[in-house]
């Protein structure tokens, strides 16, 4: 139910809005049998991309819908979103296009202006280009176009994730009887027996049979055919509940685009059933809710007995201070700290100094019986047979694991760049760093020549990884572009793993947990070594082993995958290992570009033993707040005062016989 009230939405996303469209004419006649399991909620589920660029048909006779989304700017004229640039395209600057019009041909053939919509340094920005040429390229579902000025990769590159833009006043004219979605929004809804108004059009969906108009009822009003039960409920706030409304000629018979109207003939009890709907929901979301606080409160309990064991009773001072929301965010504060991360890492304390260096420990040793080393320039990941030579066999047996369905992939989208090196933990949490996070995301995602191919994708879990601030946004990001061809089902979005910083002295035979504010605990991020920890949670082993899961590849975002192939999969899987690693061969960065494969085997043993995870105290200097008698005090160090708690994923090898282990090197 909450997930298709989700979908019904008419507000737009604040984060870059790219649909991902397919142009599908519904010509065959459609019988409606009204049942209840047909309008309740909980029974509609309506992918994203199915609606936008589509002529939305009816029966013969019927009127049809024809949509082109429009996105309005300050200083320019409205424009029609007419697809998006998805890749490159040879060598000579040409780009492919993924459109989401009904009018490939008249957008993409005919030289002319067009628009590009892009994010320059976390802005939308929308410039002129000259389209040159265009022409489909069969058997993609896409099209290549030139346009003039750009005439090498590396600027077409610079294109790709942009939204490619026409004038809404250029729209193609529709012939009788057929309309532009859009234009349905908005439009007043009336009963056709009595002359009321029923509500307002506020979208329209396709469910794969038919077109659904999502109608916002009147509220404070009598409801048609003598329902108490909608008039009281419509009466509960300032809008009236959304009801679906079949957009079929029986229902729908008449639609008056100068008047902005329609007239309906609803079956019996198909406004009703849909409000009954919304209202068994309701009661259903108070009983969850109920529930949620129960479980809560247990957790809450659990968590502030295992930092009593670990006295660090000071942390639920706040408690006695402030308002109910500064005690329900410090209650939250307490239930998020993991503590039995937090007690393998102060065991650490003591091996601050002692770093490990993949780099040092791998490159240009034996001890590693299981390697490979392979030249850089080789390294994408379309490599040849030519360029591969014997390799090229790794290559195909990794793509065999991927388009069976046994491989997930971890994507690491945090910035732990620089950390290994300098320890230098960095959080952000601006707009700017947002947008350019997504949409570095978007355009991995929406290329197929860098990532997972779009056929392979539904069998494929994907886990992301990402600054609690960002999860928002690439939740909004897959759900706008149809989870880019993965399943919903089987993609997990996790906040990164976070760790109370530590006062460095001991005080009473204890490292003390900082506070940030009597109701904030003060965190930093663990590094790539919390991914461990995170798939522990959420039973997400256990569902990735029950989905004939083999191997899990862990990558940090985009540098690796970029620049990386199937071939570190291959080999692990030749050599029947348990972890694979790639290396650069002259890095100095031991988290730049890292790249892993796990066997599921192996992981879940990782995600049992957490105590294999060797962490590292890393002294800084932290701003915090004490109680000190009965008053909180600001406190403001001038040397480092405190410890962060680090950790790299490559640190999980000590639970590995080297002859489990293999290594691929990447040279210059």
């Not at 989700?6 to 409606?32: D, G, K, Q, W």
């Not at 409304?245 to 018979?253: A, G, H, R, W």
């Not at 004939?548 to 071939?567: A, F, H, T, W």
């Amino acid at each position: 139910m909450q997930k298709a009230s989700l979908l019904c939405s008419s507000n737009p996303i604040s984060s870059p809005p790219t649909y991902l469209h397919t142009c599908r004419p519904l010509t065959v006649p459609i019988r409606i049998r009204f049942s209840p399991s047909l309008f309740a909620f909980s029974s509609l589920r309506f992918p994203l991309n199915r609606l936008h660029g589509q002529r939305h048909g009816f029966s013969p006779l019927h009127s049809t819908a024809t949509e082109e989304m429009i996105e309005a700017s300050k200083n320019v004229s409205s424009f029609v979103e007419i697809g998006y640039i998805s890749s490159v395209h040879g060598l000579q600057g040409e780009i492919c296009i993924k459109p989401n019009t009904d009018f490939p041909e008249l957008r993409f053939c005919k030289a002319g202006r067009r628009w590009l919509k892009q994010q320059v340094s976390g802005k939308e920005t929308i410039k002129e280009v000259e389209l040159v040429e265009g022409r489909e390229h069969h058997g993609k579902k896409s099209w290549i176009l030139s346009f003039s000025g750009i005439e090498t990769v590396d600027q077409a590159r610079q294109l790709v994730g942009s939204t490619l833009l026409a004038e809404e006043e250029d729209r193609p004219h529709l012939e009788e009887g057929e309309f532009y979605t859009r234009d349905l929004v908005g439009m007043r809804v009336i009963l056709k027996e009595t002359g009321e108004v029923v509500g307002t059009v506020v979208n329209v969906f396709n469910s794969g049979a038919n077109d659904l108009l999502h109608v916002m009822l009147k509220s404070a009003e009598p409801m048609p055919n003598g329902s108490e039960e909608l008039s009281s409920l419509a009466e509960a706030g300032d809008s009236g509940p959304l009801v679906w409304v079949p957009f079929v000629k029986e229902i729908v018979p008449n639609v008056d685009m100068n008047r902005r109207e329609m007239l309906i003939t609803p079956p019996k009890g198909l406004l009703e059933l849909n409000v009954r709907s919304v209202e068994r929901s309701k009661k259903e979301r108070r009983q969850l809710e109920w529930k949620e606080r129960k479980r809560f409160q247990k957790r809450l309990i659990a968590a502030k007995k295992k930092l009593s064991e670990m006295e660090q009773q000071h942390v639920f001072h706040g408690f006695r201070f402030g308002e109910k929301s500064q005690a329900s965010l410090l209650a939250d504060q307490i239930v998020s700290v993991n503590s039995k991360l937090l007690q393998q890492a102060l065991e650490n304390v003591e091996i601050a100094s002692k770093r490990w260096t993949i780099t040092e420990s791998f490159t240009g040793t034996k001890l590693v019986r299981n390697r490979l080393r392979i030249s850089e320039k080789r390294f994408t990941p379309s490599t040849s047979e030519e360029k591969l030579g014997t390799n090229f066999t790794l290559q195909e047996k990794a793509l065999q694991l991927i388009s069976k369905g046994k491989v997930a992939v971890v994507l690491d989208m945090s910035d732990h760049k620089n950390r290994g090196k300098e320890y230098d933990l960095i959080l952000s949490s601006s707009t700017s760093r947002e947008n350019s996070e997504t949409s570095s995301l978007q355009m991995l995602l929406c290329d197929d020549e860098r990532f997972v191919k779009a056929e392979y994708r539904s069998s494929m879990p994907l886990v992301l990884i990402s600054l609690a601030d960002e999860i928002i946004s690439m939740k909004k990001l897959f759900s706008s572009n149809n989870y880019f061809g993965f399943d919903p089902e089987k993609v997990w979005f996790l906040e990164e793993e976070r760790l109370p910083v530590v006062s460095s002295l001991l005080e009473q035979n204890r490292h003390k947990i900082l506070m940030k504010s009597p109701w904030e605990i003060l965190q930093s991020p663990v590094g790539s070594g919390g991914v461990i920890s995170l798939l522990s949670s959420d039973n997400i082993m256990e569902n990735l082993a029950q989905n004939g899961i083999k191997y899990i590849q862990v990558c940090n975002g985009e540098r690796y995958i970029s620049r990386s192939s199937p071939l570190l999969l291959g080999l692990v899987n030749e050599k029947e290992s348990e972890i694979g690693i790639q290396i650069f061969e002259h890095s100095e960065d031991v988290e730049e570009g890292f790249g892993m494969v796990f066997s599921i085997d192996t992981m879940k043993k990782l995600t049992r033993q957490i105590h294999k995870l060797q962490f590292y105290a890393i002294a800084k200097p932290n701003s915090h707040v004490e109680l000190v008698e009965k008053k909180w005090v600001h406190v403001e160090p001038s040397s480092p005062n405190s410890y962060e708690f680090y950790s790299t994923i490559f640190s999980c090898i000590n639970a590995c016989s080297l002859d489990k282990l293999c290594v691929m090197e990447i040279t210059e």
